[in-house]
């Protein structure tokens, strides 16, 4: 079995599990030790990962971290476990970074059992740097983060090969951060970046704030265009059958967009919709799952019905939510991104089956 088939039925596992973890030594079992036992370590050989590690660090004695493996007599890498509902922060990698400089390991992972953060010395030499050069979610990857992956197993091991790409990696993923954050809420540099290039007159305030929201429509039409490009490209390349599954998709999308309220769809609304359709693909017939915007919430409806909501999302503000439906009660529960929706599976499920057992 291959690394992507391995992580892929950890994965599958998780959602069912995860709402019975609720200490950090339960996640170890559950989670982070099948996690490096698919990158081929066997977590019953204490000489190739070891449990508690522990080292004398100047004056401080018997600090342990959780994991360290071992490979052909050195220490590689270096694991710091939190539990399952945690948010991973800086706070929690003090004690690999006071480790990372007094072992010979060259990498680190400050993991959660769902979010893997991958730390390195690519600043400082024998520093550990202060933010991740990858992060891995496990409930929400692409198939070129396996690869990044992959290199990290025990057959593929190579502390040169991983040091070649990392600075690409840290870097690849701060400047899409950036691009994310000024996507979502424009900085004046980045404003005047497209007003310069289009505008002749003088670029007073004023002006910088029409081109503020000037470009926030731009960047959202800009998404809407894309998305719709693709909705056409599925629609050429499949038969018949498909094509009116696609239609329907397409025409689901486009009513929330240009509805006759104005409301407009964002992309990561969009993009939820096609996780939950993608959760209950197995279940339901994809064609059922619609999608209905409002004001408030974004609703995601069986047979397009609204006394059928399957869950809402309220991505309007800073914190987004979903909305977990179980009969008339909505439980609103906070996420941090629309990959956070997978570990909502089997509620988003349970509600489906309810709707199919009236």
């Known amino acids: 079995m291959d690394l992507i088939d391995r992580i892929k039925e950890l994965a599958s596992r998780i959602p069912k599990q995860l709402e019975h973890i609720q200490t950090e030594e339960a996640t170890k079992n559950a989670f982070i030790m099948p996690f490096i036992s698919a990158l081929g370590y066997d977590v019953f050989n204490p000489t190739e990962v070891i449990p508690e590690f522990t080292a004398d660090i100047g004056t401080k004695r018997g600090e342990k971290v959780d994991y360290a493996i071992q490979k052909e007599g050195e220490i590689i890498i270096l694991i710091e476990c939190k539990w399952a509902g945690a948010d991973l922060h800086q706070d929690h990698a003090s004690q690999l970074y006071r480790y990372f400089s007094a072992t010979e390991a060259r990498f680190a992972i400050l993991t959660n059992g769902i979010d893997y953060e991958f730390y390195s010395d690519i600043d400082e030499s024998n520093k550990m740097d202060s933010k991740p050069f990858f992060t891995f979610n496990i409930l929400g990857f692409q198939d070129h983060q396996v690869a990044e992956l992959k290199k990290f197993t025990k057959s593929t091991f190579s502390l040169e090969d991983i040091l070649t790409t990392a600075s690409t990696l840290k870097y690849t993923g701060a400047i899409k951060k950036i691009l994310e954050e000024e996507l979502s809420t424009p900085s004046e540099p980045f404003v005047r970046f497209f007003a310069s290039q289009i505008f002749d007159g003088r670029l ?30 599925a629609l050429s ?32 609304e969009i993009e939820g919709y096609h996780v939950v359709k993608a959760i209950l693909r197995e279940t339901l017939d994809a064609k059922r799952i619609t999608m209905r915007d409002t004001k408030s919430y974004c609703g995601i409806l069986l047979d397009d019905n609204n006394r059928k909501p399957l869950c809402r999302l309220h991505f309007n503000s800073a914190q987004k939510y979903i909305g977990i439906l179980s009969g008339k009660e909505e439980d609103r529960v906070a996420i941090d991104s629309v990959d956070d929706i997978y570990k909502y599976s089997d509620r988003i499920k349970a509600t489906a089956l309810e709707y199919e057992q009236e």
């Open 237 to 268: 390349a499949n038969d018949a059958p498909n094509t009116e599954i696609n239609k329907e998709e397409k025409e689901n999308v486009e009513d929330s967009q240009e509805g006759k309220s104005g409301i407009v769809s964002t992309e990561e």
């Open 204 to 233: 007073t305030k004023p002006v910088i704030e029409q081109f503020t929201e000037i470009v926030k429509e731009a960047r959202k039409q800009f998404i809407n265009e894309r998305i719709n490009e693709r909705l056409k490209s």
